[in-house]
């Protein structure tokens, strides 16, 4: 895929999504980095279901704190991980209150030495939370990028680095959403529904299959 085409790409997905957000459901910076730190190895639908009660009795990190293991764990039972989650989440409360007056921190540094949270998340936060021009790269974008000859890598970090340099400008803060959405619901796994990708002439991807 060459620059012109890359253009083409995320202008097309622009037109279709003028303003594409994340799936995941929350109402602050908190409650957003607490619902990326539960997604790892879960689906965003499965996170929406556990945080929508879990949010209402515990939006910050204080009251999160306070509703101990148990607490935590109650709501998120059906989410992967979940005891190693709640864990994880708790102590990244504490450290939330101890070393950032309760606030999300908007630096990578402070964000990745938070427990449970990778450099995903981080540029998941700095992304949706403040608007950086960040590339989160997950399974999706991972197989998107290289399926499409848009960032080919050998890993996430890798196809990260490559988006960064080829997506334009104007298209940065959005793109890891449409590439997110593409994969999940166009772009797939097992068999990409070539029949229905509005971008499917600017793809590398051969043989093109007739799903949509």
Not at 3 to 15: G, S
């Amino acid at each position: 895929m060459n620059d012109a085409q890359v253009e083409t790409f995320f202008a097309t997905l622009k037109a279709a999504n003028p303003q594409p957000e994340t799936e995941l459901e929350f109402t602050n910076a908190f409650e957003l980095l607490a619902a990326v730190l539960l997604s790892a190895q879960a689906t965003d639908v499965s996170v929406n279901k556990a945080t929508r009660a879990l949010f209402v009795l515990a939006p910050t990190p204080q009251r999160m704190l306070a509703l101990g293991v148990e607490g935590v764990e109650a709501h998120i039972r059906t989410i992967g991980l979940y005891r190693t989650k709640a864990k994880n989440l708790l102590e990244t409360c504490r450290l939330l209150i101890t070393r950032h007056g309760g606030q999300v921190p908007r630096s990578r540094e402070a964000l990745e030495a938070l427990p449970g949270v990778g450099r995903k998340t981080a540029n998941v936060v700095l992304n949706v939370a403040f608007g950086e021009p960040t590339m989160a790269v997950d399974t999706h974008i991972f197989r998107v990028g290289n399926r499409t000859g848009l960032a080919p890598g050998k890993d996430p970090l890798a196809v990260e680095q490559v988006l960064l340099k080829r997506v334009p400008e104007a298209y940065r803060v959005d793109a890891h959403h449409w590439l997110i959405l593409h994969g999940r619901y166009v772009c797939q796994a097992r068999q990409p529904r070539c029949g229905a990708c509005q971008v499917a002439a600017l793809c590398d991807h051969q043989p093109k299959t007739a799903a949509i």
